[in-house]
């Protein structure tokens, strides 16, 4: 057995990291960079800044800040579209997981022929694609550190999920100055979605010691310092903190894998448009109850970790307080319930269910988890966590 451990070639982290961008890019002798960004970074400042870090180095920067949440087909071509028109040879992603999986796709579609659908799924991208430099200015996704880019097929109505070594970035720029200025409630769904990339990776079938020890540690910061960035956006500590723990669960998931959580939440933002932090943390405390048995002392441990139960508690007594310890999370960071997301399509949420359990499984995420649903299982969890 050959465990896998595969991540960028370099990856700064700390306060003031992102200012490293131009020497980075300069490793790669590139003169023409596309920006890919969205419509807030630029309007909030930290796309600006970092345009005008490359251009004041005199590199020639051309921006493509239409990256929607949920990042489609369409954000992708239109990206690779502006690369080739501009002469571009090396990318910069600024933001959350949308635009940075969006500059992923990007990247390999300068070097591998069209359509992108052809490459969803497992290690199907045939060669590397130009350098990227991710720079994650949410707490959350970890896709700066991943081989896993999430694009939407807007014709199928399906979000594809492509996992290569050749999607990695070549350089993370990991800077927590960049979330002080999240609000509180994007603070709370990206955070319960590191702790989720945490927990799927420990108990996924295809853990290893590599991503245990990542993944223990990125639960172990979520415990620490979640509450805290939530209630005190300015707290540099917790900030910096959830920020490593981010990092840490990305590294962890995408050489282990994440199971019937995030398996189960692509299909609701598919088809609801729910965002991937909020949709996963609906569904974790329910999909947790349902999987403990088939892990039961991994669960106890990562209870233990987060400070949830008696140190002296049995793992089925440890296991049982996580779920309630998770429910009291999502309490905490105010986070709403599936039926407070979706009340007023619930007739459309019953009838999509079949269709929803069938993604989610053909997704190859449930595949992964300690215990393996079958759809009609998958649909009275969906039913469970309303
Ligand atoms: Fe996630």
């Known amino acids: 057995m050959i465990d896998a451990f595969q991540i960028p070639a370099t990856v700064l982290i700390g306060g003031g990291s992102r200012r490293e961008v131009v020497a980075q890019l300069n490793r790669f002798g590139v003169r023409r960079v596309l920006l890919v960004t969205d419509r807030g970074m630029m309007q909030l400042g930290p796309a600006g800044e970092i345009a005008g870090l490359l251009t004041e180095a005199g590199l020639t920067v051309a921006i493509h800040d239409d990256v929607q949440p949920d990042p489609t087909d369409r954000n992708v ?70 081989k896993v880019t999430i694009i939407k097929d807007t014709e199928r109505d399906v979000k594809m999920m492509l996992l290569s070594v050749n999607l990695l970035p070549s350089v993370a720029l990991v ?89 189960m939440s692509r299909p609701i933002g598919a088809l609801f448009h729910l965002p991937h932090g909020l949709s996963n943390a609906v569904l974790l405390p329910t999909v947790t109850r349902y999987s403990l048995p088939s892990a039961l002392s991994r669960y106890a441990y990562v209870s233990q970790l987060l400070g949830g139960c008696d140190p002296e508690a049995t793992d089925s007594q440890a296991a049982d307080a996580l779920v309630v310890g998770l429910e009291q999370l999502n309490t905490d960071l105010q986070l709403p319930r599936l039926r407070d997301c979706l009340g007023l399509e619930e007739t459309r949420f019953r009838t999509l269910l079949p269709k929803m359990a069938e993604d989610a499984l053909a997704s190859g995420s449930p595949q992964n988890n300690p215990r393996v649903p079958d759809s009609e299982e998958i649909v009275d969890l969906y039913q469970q966590a309303w």
């Open 175 to 263: 800077d927590y100055e960049l979330t002080l200025t999240m609000p509180a409630r994007l603070t709370a769904a990206v955070g319960v979605d590191t702790l989720t990339h945490g927990i799927e990776a420990y108990v996924s079938r295809k853990a290893h010691p590599m991503t245990d020890a990542l993944a223990l540690s990125c639960i172990q910061l979520v415990g620490r310092h979640l509450r805290t960035a939530y209630r005190e956006p300015n707290h540099p500590e917790a900030r910096a903190g959830m920020m490593l723990a981010a990092c840490q669960g990305g590294m962890a998931f995408a050489n282990s894998s994440v199971c019937l959580v995030h398996g």
């Open 77 to 146: 071509l239109e990206g690779l579209e502006r690369f080739r028109a501009e002469g571009c040879e090396a990318l910069v992603a600024v933001g959350g997981g949308s635009p940075i999986d969006a500059a992923k796709a990007i990247s390999v579609l300068t070097t591998n022929a069209l359509p992108l659908c052809q490459y969803a799924g497992y290690h199907k991208i045939p060669r590397v694609g130009v350098p990227l430099i991710a720079i994650p200015t949410t707490a959350g996704t970890g896709s700066e550190v991943t």
